[in-house]
């Protein structure tokens, strides 16, 4: 079955990064687009980037573009997501999604 299994998140003052993972198995990797999503408490959850199979196109909301950058690996079924000049407001849980499936989250929050 399709696993997605985050990791990476954690507690990181403003202006810090992060980084985070998201391995993949029980599908054909590099033939699906993958996305990160998050959600934010009391909010709904929305998309915060995604990346083609191939790698070669990636889309961002005008809240992200610019600090995130999704990349990923077709040779270690992962996806990443680097976060660099995070604010309090990108607090969210985030998840990974695939084919119609989502990981457990990780908890990424800024604060000083």
């Known amino acids: 079955q399709v696993q997605l299994v985050e990791s990476g998140g954690g507690l990181v003052q403003p202006g810090g990064s992060l980084r985070l993972s998201c391995a993949a198995s029980?599908?054909?990797?590099?033939?699906?687009?993958m996305s990160w999503y998050r959600q934010a408490a009391g909010k709904e959850r929305e998309l915060v980037a995604s990346i083609s199979s191939a790698g070669g196109s990636t889309n961002y909301p005008d809240s992200v573009k610019g600090r995130f950058t999704i990349s990923r690996d077709n040779a270690k079924n992962t996806v990443y997501l680097q976060m660099s000049s995070l604010k309090t407001e990108d607090t969210a849980v985030y998840y990974c999604h695939a084919v119609g499936s989502w990981g457990q989250g990780t908890q990424v929050t800024v604060s000083s």
């Open positions: 029980g599908f054909t990797f590099c033939s699906h687009t």
